[in-house]
């Protein structure tokens, strides 16, 4: 696994572990909820990055990188939505997939009837974003190999952690009067050039190889590239 020291809260670092291959996080602790706005964007980059890249499948056991014991498998919720990990039982730390990771964000939502249809309109199939296997759009909304409902990259909510990160990095102590008009001027701009990402040929394309959730965070980190 590759490290990538990041910022935490409290003007600290964190140093997060990745595994490309499986694409992957390890978390040593509570490291998770430590991460920034500017640190979550970061690990958004590396899993738009590594989303086009063949991935292998995780195998049926895993184990601690720290003391090799085998992780637990956990299924816990954030607000309605269900995401899953592995868990040191020494309390080591836990593996979770980029995916379940987006989940655990509230970044990933499932398709609405409209956005299926426009789906349907523009290609036959796409792969899961989860486990990586074919969907067949026109008999299913769902994958057959693991059960994943199809979902989407919450851009809205991608949107609005630029806000924050853009307000974070004000300084409290020279507030621009102005500051509410733009915040809100930096969260429209990021929404119409989300949407400007994520309605061209490129997006169908990321879709159908990689995953509608893929798609998304490639479009960010398509985003990210220009102004990062």
Not at 75 to 91: A, S, V, W
Not at 134 to 151: I, N, R
Not at 156 to 161: R, S, V
Not at 198 to 216: I, N, P
């Amino acid at each position: 696994m590759a490290a990538h020291v990041l910022g935490s809260h409290m003007g600290s670092t964190v140093t997060i572990d990745v595994c490309l291959t499986c694409q992957a996080f390890w978390f040593d602790g509570y490291e998770s909820l430590q991460l920034t706005p500017a640190s979550t964007l970061q690990l958004f980059r590396v899993v738009g990055d590594a989303a086009a890249r063949a991935r292998q499948p995780l195998p049926p056991v895993t184990a601690c990188p720290r003391c090799t014991m085998r992780l637990v498998p956990v299924e816990d919720l954030q607000r309605n939505t269900r995401f899953r990990y592995g868990r040191c039982p020494r309390g080591h730390g836990r593996f979770i997939t980029f995916f379940d990771f987006l989940r655990e964000k509230h970044f990933v939502k499932t398709l609405s009837a409209q956005q299926l249809a426009d789906l349907r309109a523009h290609v036959q199939s796409v792969n899961c974003s989860n486990c990586g296997a074919p969907v067949d759009l026109q008999s299913s909304t769902e994958c057959s190999h693991c059960g994943s409902p199809l979902s989407f990259f919450d851009m809205k909510h991608a949107a609005a952690l630029v806000e924050q990160l853009q307000a974070a990095s004000t300084d409290a102590r020279a507030v621009s009067p102005t500051l509410p008009l733009d915040l809100l001027a930096a969260r429209r701009e990021a929404e119409r050039s989300f949407a400007a990402e994520t309605t061209g040929a490129e997006w169908y394309q990321d879709a159908v190889s990689a995953g509608t959730v893929a798609a998304g965070v490639m479009a960010l980190a398509r985003w990210l590239g220009k102004r990062v």
